[in-house]
């Protein structure tokens, strides 16, 4: 089963527009890291944000924030006021909580391509 | 800045042939990661590194690969007699972790090597 799904293949905005970005994931786990990168054409991946599992707030940084909803295991990313450089693929990722045997790799969905047009 | 470097940037070869890879890491990052990334899907999970100890590979790295990390700074990654199926992009990321980092630390990755096998 996949650990995160991200179900929008393209989105796109209007600039100066919000956009919403969804990722769902699957864990048993009750301590876990859930990350959004940024990889433009160019090709380099740019980390945007991070929401812990226990958190009681939705992550903001600047323009970029989580909607972090806990029981439907869902941390969608909300870009405000969209600039045409946001044209990229964004992908969201999950680190899972160190248990025996557990692992701190991130686990990465298939991405959301964003055009952002003028 | 000194970010994550990585080494070369494109790499053309010829089935069969053996590729490697280096990566720099930031220096004061004890952890170290390779993914693989094909056209439109996410980055894999290939391996990591806790300072010179490799703690967990993927199943994705058959025994044609091999990941070194000899002095817990650089890394370097080897493919031996290489399969047109290897052709992705590597990257490479690091990040503080374990009892000298944070939970949430983030991945910070390099601009990758873009692999070819022809």
């Known amino acids: 089963a996949q650990k995160i799904t991200q179900t929008q293949p393209g989105m796109f905005v209007q600039e100066k527009e919000a956009v919403t970005l969804d990722c769902t994931y699957d864990t048993s786990d009750q301590s876990y890291g859930l990350f959004w990168y940024k990889q433009p054409s160019s090709g380099e991946m740019i980390f945007l944000i991070y929401q812990g599992s226990y958190d009681e707030q939705n992550a903001t940084e600047g323009r970029y924030s989580l909607n972090f909803q806990k029981a439907r295991k869902s941390a969608n990313l909300v870009i405000s006021a969209s600039q045409l450089g946001d044209s990229a693929m964004y992908f969201c990722a999950m680190r899972e909580a160190i248990t025996q045997g557990g692992s701190e790799k991130l686990v990465f969905g298939k991405g959301t391509k964003l055009t952002v047009n003028p | 800045d000194t970010g994550v470097s990585q080494n070369p940037r494109h790499k053309i070869t010829k089935r069969g042939q053996n590729v490697t890879f280096r990566c720099d890491p930031i220096?004061?990052?004890?952890?170290l990661y390779w993914y693989r990334q094909t056209l439109g899907q996410g980055p894999e999970f290939l391996t990591y590194?806790?300072?010179?100890?490799?703690?967990?590979k993927s199943r994705l790295l058959s025994d044609r690969f091999s990941a070194e990390r000899p002095k817990g700074s650089f890394s370097t990654l080897e493919i031996q007699r290489t399969e047109q199926g290897d052709s992705a992009m590597y990257l490479c990321a690091s990040s503080l972790g374990g009892r000298t980092g944070k939970r949430n630390s983030p991945l910070h990755f390099g601009n990758g090597t873009r692999l070819t096998v022809t």
């Open positions: 590194f806790q300072n010179e100890a490799q703690l967990e």
């Open positions: 220096s004061e990052h004890n952890r």
